[in-house]
C-alpha cells in the first residue's frame, strides 16, 4: 500500500509541513538523510522575525554595497570562483530591487508573515512547545541619526503594515539593553519579534511530536521523484523505491537537485551564514540585538549567545571559511564591551535563497501530488508553520489560506 504524504527533508520547513498535515488528519513519512534539523535549521538566529516584510533588494542598501564588498570578512562575500555561477541571480536579485516588484514582494510577504504569526501559535500549542517561545521583541542598533533617518523606508512600509514599533534613544535605549557601546546612539524596539530557546532543541522536539503521532522516519538520502499514476514514486540513494499518494520537497538549499529534473527551473541558490555561540553567560542580553549595518545577530539562547549572519555567495561545496565567524564576534566584542568571548562554537550554514526573497510554495510543474516548500531564505523558521499549513492546504484540496500566486514555483 502506498504511503499517505512523503516530506524529503527533516529541516524546520519538512518538520512544520509534517505537523500540519498531521493536524489536517494526513499521514507522514519523512526522509531526512543525516539526521534531524542538521542543515540550516541547526545553528540559526532564533528569530520568528515577522515583521521582516521587506524583500532583501530593498534592504541592501546601494550606498553599503562598496564597503561591504571592499570588506573581504565583511557581511556581504562572493568568493571569485563563484561570481559566474551566481551571475544570473544576482541580475536577479537587482530586478527584484525595482520599486513596483519590492511592493508587490512586500504585500505578498506581508499575508505570509500574517499566517506565520497565527500558524506558528497554533503549531506551538499543539506540539507542547509555546514554553520555548520567548516575546522579548528585538533591538535594532544605529551608529547615526543618519543610519536611522536612511532606514525610515522601511518602517514607514511596516507601519502601513501595522507593525508596531519604537525608536529608542537615551535611558530608553540603555534600560532595553545595558551594556551596549556609546557608538550605539538610536535603536529600534519591535515588540513583536519572537525568538525560540534555541532552534535545534525547537526543531527536534517538534519532530519528537510529528514522530509520536505517528509520522514514520526514514534515514536515507532520495535522489529523484516521478509522478507515476495516482501514486509519486521516490527514489532512495540505495534504488529503494517509495510510494506514497503525495510528496513535498522541503530539502532546503538542495532542493533543485531533485526538482530541475522534474522540468522546474527554479533560481536557488545559497547564502551561507556564519556564527558563534558563546558559553551561557557571556553576556547580559536582555533581548535579540540586530546590527543591521554590520550584517549580524546577537541573540540570548538557552544554549549559549549566538552572534551571526552575514552572506557569503558561495555556493554548496566550498569549505566554510570560519574568519568569518571571527569577524562578528570580533565586532560584537566592541559593540558590547563587557562581552567575554571564549569557548564559542562556530557554525555555518545553507540558506535556501531565491532573488526575490520569496519562498517557492506549490506544486510542480509534473503535477499536483508532487507539492515544493523550500527557499525561505533568512527566514525559514519564522515562516516554517504558515509553509506547513499552506502544503495541507495544497493537499487536502481546501482553498489556500492566503494567495499563493506570488510563492509559485512557475514564476521565474
Ligand atoms: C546564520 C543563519 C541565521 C538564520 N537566522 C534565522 C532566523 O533567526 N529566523 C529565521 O526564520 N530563519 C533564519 N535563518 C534561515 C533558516 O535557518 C532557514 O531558512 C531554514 O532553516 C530552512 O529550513 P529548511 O527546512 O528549508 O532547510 P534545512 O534546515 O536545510 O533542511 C533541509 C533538510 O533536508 C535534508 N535533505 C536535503 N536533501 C535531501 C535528500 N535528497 N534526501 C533526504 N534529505 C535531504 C537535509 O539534510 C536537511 O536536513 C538563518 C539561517 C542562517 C544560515
Known amino acids: 500500500m502506498p504511503a499517505d504524504v512523503i516530506i524529503i527533508g527533516g529541516g524546520i520547513v519538512g518538520l512544520a ?3 500540519r498535515l498531521q493536524a489536517a488528519g494526513r499521514r507522514v513519512t519523512l526522509i531526512e538523510r543525516a539526521g534531524i534539523a542538521r542543515g540550516a535549521s541547526f545553528g540559526n538566529a532564533g528569530a520568528f522575525a515577522f515583521s521582516d516584510i521587506l ?7 546601494l550606498s553599503r554595497l562598496p564597503r561591504w564588498l571592499i570588506d573581504p570578512l565583511g557581511p556581504l562575500a562572493i568568493p571569485p570562483a563563484y561570481l559566474p555561477r551566481i551571475l544570473p541571480w544576482l541580475l536577479r536579485f537587482w530586478r527584484a530591487g525595482r520599486s513596483d516588484r519590492i511592493a508587490r514582494s512586500t504585500m505578498a510577504q506581508t499575508a505570509l508573515m500574517r499566517l506565520a504569526e497565527s500558524e506558528m501559535a497554533a503549531l506551538t500549542a499543539a506540539a507542547g512547545l509555546a514554553g520555548m517561545v520567548r516575546k522579548e521583541g528585538s533591538l535594532e542598533l544605529y551608529e547615526s ?3 536611522l533617518a536612511a532606514s525610515a523606508a522601511g518602517w ?3 507601519s502601513a503594515a501595522g507593525i508596531a514599533f519604537e525608536h529608542v534613544r537615551g535611558e530608553r535605549l540603555a534600560a532595553l539593553q545595558p551594556g551596549l557601546s556609546p557608538r550605539f546612539p538610536v535603536g529600534t524596539f519591535v515588540p513583536e519579534w519572537q525568538t525560540v530557546d534555541d532552534p535545534f532543541t525547537f526543531a527536534t522536539r517538534l519532530a519528537d511530536h510529528v514522530i509520536a503521532a505517528g509520522a514514520e522516519l526514514v534515514e536515507a538520502e ?3 521523484l516521478r509522478p507515476e499514476g495516482e501514486t509519486v514514486a521516490v527514489t532512495l540513494a540505495d534504488g529503494c523505491v517509495l510510494a506514497a499518494r503525495a510528496a513535498v520537497v522541503a530539502a532546503g538549499a538542495f532542493s533543485r537537485r531533485l526538482t530541475d529534473p522534474l522540468g522546474d527551473r527554479i533560481p536557488l541558490e545559497t547564502e551561507r551564514g556564519y556564527n558563534t555561540t558563546l558559553p551561557p553567560g557571556a553576556f547580559a542580553l536582555r533581548r535579540q540585538l540586530v546590527f543591521g549595518g554590520h550584517g549580524f545577530v546577537v541573540t540570548p539562547l538557552s544554549t549559549g549567545i549566538r552572534i551571526g549572519g552575514a552572506v557569503e555567495l558561495g555556493g554548496l561545496d566550498l569549505p566554510p571559511d ?7 564576534l570580533t565586532k560584537a566584542a566592541a559593540f558590547l564591551p563587557g562581552l567575554r568571548r571564549e569557548g564559542g562554537t562556530q557554525w555555518m550554514g545553507f540558506r535556501p535563497s531565491l532573488p526575490d526573497s520569496l519562498p517557492v510554495i506549490g506544486a510542480s510543474r509534473a503535477g499536483p501530488r508532487i507539492v515544493y516548500a523550500f527557499g525561505h531564505g533568512h527566514l525559514g523558521l519564522t515562516q516554517s508553520a504558515a509553509t506547513g ?5 495544497l493537499l487536502c484540496g481546501r482553498a489556500p489560506a492566503i494567495d499563493i500566486a506570488p510563492f509559485s514555483p512557475q514564476r521565474f
Open 17 to 19: 509541513s509534517a505537523e
Open 55 to 61: 524583500p532583501l533588494a530593498a534592504a541592501v542598501r
Open 145 to 147: 541619526e543618519g543610519e
Open 156 to 158: 514607514q512600509a511596516r
Open 222 to 224: 532520495a535522489t529523484a
Open 322 to 328: 570560519y574568519r568569518r565567524s571571527e569577524a562578528m
Open 389 to 393: 499549513r499552506l502544503v495541507a492546504d
